[in-house]
């Protein structure tokens, strides 16, 4: 069953080994027996198994990534979707701002216009009140003030027709 091992397999330098050996024989190397076999078979069959475990750990990885990548897909899918209803709306209310600019821009004027007679009303009035505390006061210089040919002011008018009534009669 036991091998014999040449003796140019033999370890160790020549001098020494036949030194040695002109006294005792060296003991034969012992047999494999199924040992060496059976370490190469279970080292064979533990890289299958890990290399098996590695393929299985990436397909579990790859599906669970690709089930988050759907989710994410989709999701972007609806936000697009909606994005996409958001500038139609977005637009649509801009187009209808543009139409209704001169409409804005009228009441703008319009309020201005109110503002500005509502101060002239306020300065005519200030003008009236002024005007009749003079004649109140007893004022003479009023005809030497306005010129006979030149019409009156719009509020000075208005004034004069008020303060006088005898004066149109």
Sequence with gaps: MARETPASARSGPPSIANSHTSSKPLPARPGTS???????????????????????????KA???TAIARADLAESKEHFRKSRHHLRE???MFACV???IPYVIGERRESSLQR??????K??????????ERWAAGDSTRSDSVDAGA???????????EATPAATA
């Excluded at 040992?35 to 475990?53: D, I, V």
């Excluded at 500005?116 to 009303?121: A, L, P, V, Y």
């Excluded at 019409?151 to 027709?161: C, F, K, L, R």
Aim: hydrophobic residues 25%.
């Design 63 to 65: 599906k669970k990534r």
């Design 123 to 132: 300065r005519d009035e200030e003008k009236k009140k002024r005007l009749e």
């Design 151 to 161: 019409p009156a002011p719009e509020g000075e008018a208005a004034a004069d027709a």
């Design 90 to 92: 977005g637009l649509h």
């Design 116 to 121: 500005k007679q509502e101060r002239q009303r």
């Design 98 to 100: 543009i139409k209704s």
């Design 34 to 60: 199924g040992t060496e076999m059976l370490l190469t078979t279970k080292r064979r069959h533990a890289s299958e198994k890990l290399q098996k475990a590695q393929r299985a750990e990436r397909a579990y």
